[in-house]
């Protein structure tokens, strides 16, 4: 199956209160546990790449292994863009075959917002690819206070948001952050300021970044091993299990891959000092990528034979 946009992924994952995965790739090991555990579960995927992923890979290797993924799976695999921050950047994605590119503006003014965003989904619409935009400021990024809802989303805004910049889904700010430590002291989301969104824009799709759930098992894996990610935090399962069954379509997971990998990585080179072939210990890193992402889908995302 060629790559396809979310636009029907997300149309079931609303009806069927389940989400799609979003999982971000840097490399050939993480692309392949993410699809072996789509194709073995019969989810539908969202590979997305990032301006760092970008840069560290470069596109023509990561468009080239996502083209593999896609001729050696059965599943329906969405190529999105994370975090683009400019026009210029979701352009080049745009004319370089994928299928889904993310406007984040969501540092600019609300006014600026609607007019990046909108300018990125008329150039995308135009070529069939569909676009996600954000509306407030994840934790931990905006440190003034501009409302009631501080930095998380105001739900007054979101009608006027979707409407005049036409885009198809929309990242929102609840409490959830990117990277390890998400919380200091109890894990919290607003899903009440969820559930005014949902009011406000029924049927559409709501992004969830920083959805990591940072594992305790790969924690005191690493920790053991000679890491130090003391005090790492992430998101509950069962808050993640809730938002998917609301009308969150999308959920973003990063952390936990990188996790998982050096977890398994430090715990190889632990009990194999003597071991120098990269695919000795890539291989087991691959490996826990692909069980965790499993994990996911069945047990979180809830996206387990929907492909
Ligand atoms: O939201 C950020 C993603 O985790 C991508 O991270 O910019 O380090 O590739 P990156
Ligand atoms: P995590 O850091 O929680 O994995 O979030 C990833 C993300 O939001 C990518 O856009
Ligand atoms: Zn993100």
């Known amino acids: 199956m060629p790559l396809t946009t979310s636009t029907q992924m997300f149309k079931k994952a609303y009806k069927g209160g389940y989400a799609v995965g979003a ?19 019969k989810s539908p995927l969202i590979l997305q790449v990032s301006k760092g992923a970008r840069e560290y890979a470069n596109m023509t290797y990561l468009k080239k292994l996502v083209e593999a993924a896609v001729l050696t799976t059965t599943v329906p695999i969405c190529l999105h863009l994370d975090h683009g921050d400019t026009f210029e950047l979701c352009k080049a994605c745009v004319d370089d075959g994928f299928t889904s590119v993310m406007i984040d503006a969501s540092k600019l003014p609300f006014e600026e917002n609607i007019k990046l965003s909108k300018r990125v989904a008329d150039y ?10 954000e509306l407030g400021k994840l934790a931990g990024i905006e ?13 007054s805004e979101v009608e006027e948001f979707v409407t005049k910049t036409g885009v198809d ?14 919380f200091k002291g109890e894990a919290q989301l607003r899903f009440d300021i969820l559930e005014e969104i949902e009011k406000r824009i029924p049927g559409f799709p709501i992004v969830l970044h920083g959805s990591s759930s940072v ?14 990610v003391a005090g790492a935090q992430g998101v509950p399962e069962s808050m993640l299990r809730k938002a998917a069954s609301m009308s969150v379509c999308k959920i973003n997971i990063d952390t936990d891959i990188r996790l998982a990998m050096t977890a398994e ?25 692909k ?4 994990h996911k889908i069945i047990n979180v995302l809830g996206s387990d034979d929907k492909a």
Do not use: W
């Open 23 to 41: 999982f971000n790739v840097n490399n050939m090991e993480t692309i392949q546990g993410i699809v072996e555990a789509g194709e073995e579960c």
């Open 124 to 133: 995308a619409h135009e070529r069939g690819v569909v676009v996600e935009a």
């Open 291 to 294: 069980q965790m992402v499993k």
């Open 169 to 182: 889904s929309l990242a929102i700010a609840i409490g959830t952050s990117h990277g390890a430590y998400k």
């Open 143 to 155: 440190e003034h206070v501009s409302n009631k809802y501080g930095s998380f989303t105001d739900p």
């Open 215 to 228: 594992p305790k098992e790969f924690v005191d894996m690493i920790n053991n091993y000679g890491g130090n």
């Open 265 to 289: 990585i430090r715990k190889h080179f632990s009990e194999h000092p003597e071991h120098f072939d990269p695919r000795q210990y890539l291989k087991p890193a691959r490996e826990a990528v």
